[in-house]
């Protein structure tokens, strides 16, 4: 049927090189703006959707279980869920995409009429289950959906006749008094049940604020106590026949949704509804009166009578109305801008500039947060840049309050601020404190941490952090007039100093301090004066403004600009040796550029992360989030980082953080055991026998159980290696046991192991 996609296994997409982790996609998101929530009671689970994806709780072992576009999602941005009869999921997204998954199969399939409509608001409100139909209440308007047939049967989109009509924006249905009634943004619509064409939009009556509706936007309606109840913007509004009347003591109430005693019952008697307060109850003849106030944030759903969802978490009400505080799974916060990967394979971030929410880490179990209300000496949780130091240090840097230093434990050691030595970017009135911008850090053989800073009227460019953990400053550099910004640092294999000039955050400035600054104190490089040198456009450089550096493998110097890449092949004497790159990315703005154990090249762009090739004259690789299926989450990358250790490669975007496992793991300086994923091998597979444990260059031998050679692999060139399960022929090898025979690059090493291989 046209518009349903069934997918039984999920496999992924982009370069799908081998099991074992590479080529797959993760993501990460926070799921604490909730949208809706719907209770399995056969599974005893709360479905809860978000703005970053959906997720799964069962309280009785109070576990979680997450869903994003790495595990089935079409899209992270949900809006509405249901339940149907038989324990199967149902879930709408923002952009019409229905979403349909079995528990019991870990099985997905989806609905794409809805998506595919070329209009431009399709956000789907509410998801309702009345027997085989799903009602899918949307931008659009109401459309029943057959369940059993996997069809949409009807869609209705106009209520009305005349200038009274309402288009769209439907939010809720319910059968009352023999009726059909629809809640809209607009208002409220019915029609008969017994009506032959619903279709038709003149045989639905309107019903406004001129009937007595106390507003005109209606969320949700229930049917309770031989009435239909509405909830509006402006109060709750109920009516038993033709007229309407606002419930006394919620006029004026903003009421986001209703609840009539499903299962778990708390109290059947009343009937339950969100208030800008909190929990209300209502039963006739008496007042409503609030069962259960003081939350932090916004209440926007409710599930049964247990669940309440708010735009910061889950509520649960285990006994009585005591709520409860759920924390969700996943990040804290889905602004990733300036992440690394620590030696021990911890994800770090910063959150921003404006608005921030600290920074986190992951260890791969736990997220953690740091937030200046954890931690007074934080200062703000402006926190947007996280740089790697020695013996597993973190350099985090906060827009105004200095920067901070985290041991290996994740434990914050000291804050460096205004008070403490960091130059004060602005000058400031006491008793405020001094405003302390800084950048990004490096640290050099001798220990020393260079820290660039937004600098006052002087020539101070850099702070060191010394050794010894006293101050002291690289000067010799007038930053003002013209303005010189610096904003990272990355150090060459000489020693020297390189800096970047312009970021995301902040416009960049023409004509002002422009060019590519660099430092040695040790070294005199051609063309520098007092240790400081300078690249503009008409030494080769592809524009002024400088985003990101890295420096690769083999020393060279990679410059990523707002008009592509520059090359620097000798940093001793750069201007001599300086090359733009144009192809593919001459027109992209370079926001970071990550170099693998391999010596490729990722460039995060926004447009998405292009790979290239160790020389850098081939494109290995172009992610977006179309090619990936949604699995990156956002094409504007912010920030890029690898784990070395295993090959992952970590995207930062505004959106959330994207993973893909490579094959770009550093190799082991000799070999200890070789080890295989999957083993037994089935053959044919969609993917290829994972090789792990190898030395740099490795050659992989096959030998059969009687000592045939079967096939010669060469390898990527780093930890991991891969076998197809064919022969020197192309053709798929027999069941059987065979021999695996690494070979060190110089050949002087040698280790083996044995695979199973299973014809199927």
Not at 565 to 571: E, G, L, Q
Request: aromatic residues 10%; glycine residues 12%; hydrophobic residues 40%.
């Amino acid at each position: 049927m046209a518009g349903v996609l069934r997918v039984m296994v999920l496999v992924c997409t982009g370069i799908c090189l081998a099991s074992g982790g590479v080529g797959d996609w993760k993501t990460f998101t926070a799921k604490r703006d909730i949208r809706d929530l719907a209770w399995d009671q056969g599974r005893q689970v709360v479905w809860v959707v978000t703005g970053g994806g959906m997720y799964s709780y069962r309280d009785a072992d109070q576990s979680f279980r997450e869903f994003t576009t790495s595990e089935g999602l079409r899209t992270n941005d949900l809006t509405a869920v249901a339940v149907d009869g038989s324990g199967t999921v149902w879930v709408g997204a923002s952009n019409g995409y229905l979403h349909r998954y079995r528990p019991s199969t870990d099985t997905w399939e989806y609905v794409t009429d809805l998506f595919i409509k070329q209009v431009p608001r399709k956000s789907v409100n509410r998801l309702k289950v009345m027997g085989d139909t799903l009602v899918i209440l949307s931008e659009i308007g109401v459309s029943l959906f057959s369940i059993g047939r996997m069809e949409f049967e009807d869609t209705y989109t106009r209520f009305g006749a005349g200038p009274n009509v309402l288009v769209g924006n439907a939010t809720d249905l319910a059968e009352f008094g023999g009726n059909l009634w629809v809640s809209t943004l607009g208002g409220l619509a019915s029609t008969p049940v017994s009506n032959p064409n619903p279709s038709a939009p003149e045989s639905w009556l309107v019903t406004t604020t001129a009937q007595g509706l106390p507003s005109n936007s209606v969320r949700r309606l229930a049917v309770a106590f031989d009435s239909l109840f509405a909830a509006t913007g402006s109060g709750l509004a109920s009516s038993g026949g033709p007229s309407w009347n606002i419930v006394g003591g919620t006029a004026g109430i903003n009421v986001a949704d209703l609840s009539t005693g499903r299962q778990p019952c708390v109290d059947c008697s009343s009937l339950y509804f969100i208030s800008n307060s909190g929990l209300m109850a209502y039963s006739p003849g008496t007042a409503p009166y609030a069962v259960a106030t003081g939350f932090q944030s916004a209440l926007v759903a409710m599930g049964g009578n247990r669940f309440l969802g708010t735009a910061n978490g889950l509520i649960i009400f285990r006994t009585g109305f005591t709520p409860a505080a759920i924390t969700p799974p996943g990040p804290p916060s889905n602004e990733f801008v300036g992440l690394a990967v620590d030696r021990n394979g911890v994800v770090w971030s910063g959150t921003g500039i404006s608005g921030g929410e600290g920074f986190m880490s992951y260890d791969g179990k736990r997220w953690r947060s740091y937030t200046a209300e954890q931690d007074a000496r934080l200062g703000s949780d402006n926190y947007y840049k996280v740089s790697l130091g020695r013996n597993g240090a973190k350099w985090v840097s906060n827009w105004g309050q200095g920067i901070a230093l985290v041991d290996e434990a994740g434990n914050v050691k000291k804050v460096l601020n205004g008070a403490s030595g960091i130059p004060a970017a602005l000058p400031t009135v006491p008793p405020n404190a001094p405003f302390a911008v800084t950048g990004g850090a490096a640290t050099d053989q001798a220990g020393v941490t260079w820290i660039t800073v937004r600098t006052p009227a002087g020539d101070t460019a850099v702070v060191k952090f010394n050794p010894d953990s006293s101050l002291s400053y690289a000067l010799g550099l007038s930053t003002r007039n013209p303005v010189i910004t610096l904003t990272d640092v990355v150090i060459d294999f000489y020693g020297t100093k390189w800096f970047t000039n312009t970021s995301r955050f902040e416009p960049f400035v023409a004509n002002r301090g422009s060019g590519y600054y660099y430092y040695n104190e040790g070294l005199q490089i051609p063309g520098t004066s007092n240790g400081w040198g300078r690249i503009v456009i008409s030494d080769g450089l592809t524009s002024d403004k400088v985003y990101s550096e890295a420096i690769d493998n083999d020393g060279d110097l990679w410059i990523g600009t707002d008009e592509g890449v520059t090359i620097i092949f000798d940093p001793s004497d750069p201007k001599p040796h300086i090359a733009p790159y144009y192809p593919a990315v001459r027109d992209q703005v370079i926001q970071a550029i990550v170099v693998d154990p391999l010596n490729n090249k990722w460039l995060g762009t926004r447009n998405g992360v292009f790979v290239f090739s160790p020389d850098g004259t081939s494109i290995l690789a172009h992610y977006t989030v179309s090619s990936t299926g949604g699995k990156l989450l956002d094409d504007d990358v912010a920030s890029m980082a690898i784990d070395r250790n295993n090959g992952t490669v970590y995207f930062g975007t505004e959106k959330g953080l994207s993973s893909l496992g490579t094959a770009a793991a550093a190799p082991k300086s000799e070999y200890e055991s070789l080890a295989f994923a999957p083993n037994p091998f089935y053959l044919p597979s969609a993917r290829s026998l994972v090789v792990d444990g190898l030395t740099a260059g490795s050659l992989l031998k096959i030998l059969s159980a009687d000592g045939h050679l079967i096939r010669e692999v060469a390898t990527p060139g780093g930890r991991v290696g891969f076998w197809d399960g064919t022969d020197c022929r192309g053709q798929l090898v027999s069941t059987g046991i065979y021999l695996v025979v690494a070979y060190s690059d110089a050949g002087s090493q040698v280790a083996t192991g044995k695979v199973a291989v299973i014809r199927r």
